[in-house]
């Protein structure tokens, strides 16, 4: 019998979310690290416009191609001389200093699933032995100061056929992330999770710890030590200390910001998220991702057809969120420890297609953008091209496991570490190149 830590929990009426989200404030946490490594610790975000953006109507703009490759918006000049981005974009030209976009991505695939666990791990997808995601790597290599969740999901990503993106995978679901449902713009938006069951008396806990031991035992004892029974005790122990705090409820709680700034992300899911997500990691999270649209699916940025009203739609929130984060971290003196990204796991195809719901752009892996500020990258530079279609990189072509030894590079981490899973010696990242003109 397999029992999920969220069931273990459940047995004693604790949540898995006892853990708080505070406990260290950043500064501590900082300390702590540079204290014992004497290297300043990058925590990353990472937006995941899942689906895949069209780098052709935001980031990579085509002005003298033909009208079903151009599309129909403009390019626009930005505070960084030289770099255009898209007319729809305006926010993010005015702090294009704070990130920078490369524009000569290639991808292993243009298939979703396969292509969203592609970028969040930087290697193929393995049915059978899948790489771990960036975050989890991280959760792994680098132990976490503060008592709260190192590694979080905002939104659900999970493809129906495939593993979900940046989890685990050979690491186990110990190096899994804290996953939230939850509509962080919702009017009565709370994490269930990170609370105690309402119907617990907290003097019972004491029982609930010799219950869980006892559980421990057995399994110890009769199971030989399954992977769960391996790695719950951190969890319990977490959960227990914390299951009578309010602080994690602290960090959840969006009303503590002023309503200008709420405003200034923008009152939506992603916004909200993106604001979310800077409370999350000044509370000592070391790894959120943001699903960065939702709608009627998970593959919101999946433009088979009609794709410029539904850019219409979503620009202008992607375009406030990001901005907001990137100004709201540099004003804060955050935006230097914490690494920024905005991706999604491919393009889109140069031509624009005839659908008969609307012109669209499908799929394409051989070309794309996507962009990294803060973290100790540098900003303001565009790495690469791609030709006059935006349909190949001509000049520095960044594959996948580039770009994620690149994060890894700046988070400390260490590609050639290696895992031992099932009998098999197992490297993180065994290819990939950093981009060494961002760092």
């Keep these: 019998m397999e029992i999920g830590r969220r069931d273990f929990f459940k047995i004693g009426g604790i949540s898995l979310g006892a853990i708080s989200p505070l406990g260290l404030s950043l500064p501590q946490v900082l300390a702590n690290e540079e204290a014992s490594g004497g290297r300043k610790q990058i925590n990353v975000i990472f937006m995941f416009l899942q689906g895949g953006a069209s780098h052709l109507d935001m980031y990579d703009m085509k002005p003298n191609a033909p009208v ?4 129909k918006y403009s390019p626009a000049r930005t505070n960084v001389p030289g770099l255009h981005l898209s007319d729809q974009l305006p926010k993010l030209g005015k702090c294009a200093d704070k990130f920078s976009l490369i ?6 695939c243009s298939k979703h699933g396969e292509g969203d666990v592609d970028i969040m791990c930087g290697s193929p997808r393995d049915k059978n032995l899948q790489a771990p995601g960036i975050g989890a790597v991280l959760s792994l290599q680098q132990k976490q100061q503060a008592p709260v969740p190192p590694f979080i999901h905002l939104g659900d990503m999970k493809h129906p056929a495939h593993s979900a993106p940046g989890y685990g995978g050979y690491l186990g679901r110990a190096h899994d992330p804290f996953l939230i449902k939850e509509n962080p713009n919702d009017s009565g938006f ?3 999770t990170f609370d105690t069951a309402k119907e617990v008396d907290v003097n019972r806990l004491a029982g609930r ?15 030989r030590q399954m992977e769960f029974a391996r790695v719950h005790n951190a969890f319990t122990e977490k959960a227990l200390g914390l299951a009578t705090s309010t602080k994690a409820k602290r960090a959840f709680d969006l009303s503590k910001e002023p309503d200008k700034l709420r405003d200034t992300y923008g009152r939506n899911n992603v916004g909200q998220s993106m604001l979310l997500a800077r409370r999350l990691v000044e509370a000592g999270v070391r790894f959120v991702t943001i699903q960065g649209y939702k709608d009627t699916g998970i593959y919101a940025w999946d433009h088979h057809w009609g ?20 100004n709201d971290l540099d004003d804060r003196g955050m935006l230097e420890t914490t690494l920024v990204i905005t991706a999604g796991e491919f393009g889109r195809t140069p031509k624009i297609n005839n659908n008969k719901r609307g012109p669209g752009r499908d799929h394409w892996a051989d070309c794309f953008s996507l962009t990294l ?14 030709d006059k279609h935006g349909a190949v990189p001509v000049d520095r072509p960044v594959s996948i496991p580039d770009f994620a030894a690149t994060v890894y590079h700046a988070i400390g981490l260490d590609p050639k570490a290696e895992f031992v899973a099932q009998g098999r ?7 990939g190149s950093v981009v060494r003109e961002l760092l």
Aim: charged letters at 20%; proline letters at 6%.
């Design 190 to 192: 709370s994490v269930p």
């Design 209 to 223: 710890t010799h219950l869980l031991k006892s559980l421990d035992r057995y399994q110890e004892k009769f199971e």
């Design 425 to 431: 010696r197992m490297q993180m990242l065994p290819e």
């Design 103 to 108: 524009r000569s991505m290639h991808s292993f």
């Design 373 to 386: 500020g803060g973290g100790g990258i540098k900003t303001g530079r565009i790495i690469g091209a791609s």
């Design 307 to 326: 794709i410029f009203p539904h850019l219409e739609q979503q620009l202008p929130i992607y375009d406030s969120a990001y901005s907001a984060l990137l």
């Design 68 to 71: 079903e490759i151009r599309g």
